[in-house]
């Protein structure tokens, strides 16, 4: 059985340490294979050893004329090529030279699944930034393959789909320009054309991530995320469900409240401000709690980067939703699985639960503190 596979690869840097080990991957026997080199950077210049690889017949480059965002970049790059499948890689990974036999052999063993998720490993956290990553759990779609069969969708790290099963599904371009939500959106409307089939996992087709600047802090990601995520539950509602807020919308609604108070009573002013305080300290305790049951590496460091990456990214969502005057979208989340749950409040964790048990204590504590 031939196999066809073509490799898409967007990038903004085109670093010759990352891509010319993918592009000289070896080629299975029998089996056709592309790469699509597609840069969205058009100041950047090719290395010699990358433009010597380019022949226009095994591998292909193309630069934009400007910065389309990954979404776009992707879907030009999938339309430069015909294969029946199409391999998702990102620009800096490292692979094992047997990448593509194994995917290949998948095909030839599973020919009739959608697509097939990769393995992403990344190295052992080093840094206080790193270690909140990880317990957040904002990257165990890195290692899906590893914990379950098949899933719903994966990160486009490492990621192979059926053409066939795609067909005329696209990566939306509303998503941020760098990135969030639209490998969610993207593989779940394949799965949703094919009979909400989900993906079968591969776990020996792994490559490994670094961590992104020297595992440097950035909180630009986690609020970009935030934003692109916002756009799921309003793109495919029948995933949506809503929950009660979270601690970025709670302030919100007790600050409306306190406008609303500042006019008609403002004695209730100081309750309010004793409040927002309980919920800032309420989050602190909570979080701390589930960092624990994760267990996060027990720093002080480590537990204040964990707050910050939530809070951080329920910023983002909740200005994804505001910014497009989408108030139903304040206590609106989305089932990542694939499921299609409805029951509101149903779902309950440690760090949930914690929450909910000190938050009627703290009202408790404000009304008798404030009628003494």
Do not use: C
Not at 227 to 246: C, E, I, R, T, V
């Amino acid at each position: 059985m031939s196999v066809q596979i073509d490799v898409v690869i967007p990038s903004f840097r085109l670093e010759e340490h990352y891509l010319l080990p993918i592009l000289s991957l070896k080629r299975p026997a029998d089996t056709e294979i592309r790469f699509f080199l597609v840069a969205d950077n058009p100041a950047v210049v090719p290395s010699p050893a990358i433009q010597q690889l380019v022949d226009n017949q095994r591998v292909f480059l193309s630069i934009n004329p400007e910065n389309l965002g990954a979404a776009r970049t992707r879907n030009k790059a999938m339309e430069m090529g015909n294969a029946e499948w199409i391999l998702f890689l990102d620009d800096d990974i490292t692979v094992p030279a047997n990448l593509l036999e194994i995917y290949a052999e998948a095909i030839r063993r599973f020919p009739k699944e959608i697509g097939f998720i990769g393995l992403v490993n990344m190295p052992p956290p080093h840094k206080a930034f790193s270690h909140a990553i990880v317990a957040s759990g904002s990257m165990d779609i890195f290692k899906i393959a590893k914990d379950r069969k098949s899933f719903a969708w994966g990160a486009t790290a490492n990621m192979m789909i059926s053409r066939v099963a795609m067909g005329d599904v696209r990566f939306s371009e509303i998503f941020p320009k760098a990135g969030g939500g639209e490998d969610v959106d993207f593989f779940m409307n394949i799965r949703e054309r094919n009979n909400f089939t989900d993906f079968k996992s591969l776990p020996e087709a792994a490559v490994e991530h670094p961590w992104w600047n020297n595992e440097a802090s950035n909180f630009k990601r986690p609020f970009r995320y935030g934003m692109g995520n916002s756009w799921l539950p309003q793109l495919n509602p029948k995933y949506a469900y809503h929950d009660f807020p979270n601690t970025i919308e709670t302030v919100f609604l007790a600050l409306i409240t306190g406008i609303a108070a500042a006019f008609l009573k403002p004695s209730l002013l100081p309750a309010i401000g004793l409040f927002i305080g309980g919920v800032v300290l309420i989050e602190i305790v909570a979080g701390a709690v589930q960092s624990a049951k994760r267990r996060a590496k027990p720093s002080i460091e480590v537990y204040f980067y964990l707050l910050l990456l939530r809070l951080i990214q329920e910023a983002g969502m909740f200005w994804g939703n505001i910014s497009r005057g989408r108030l139903v979208g304040i206590t609106e989340r989305f089932n990542y699985n694939g499921s299609f749950r409805k029951t509101h409040f149903y779902r309950t964790n440690t760090y949930k639960l914690v929450k909910w048990v000190l938050y009627p204590l703290l009202v408790i504590w404000i009304w008798r503190y404030t009628s003494a």
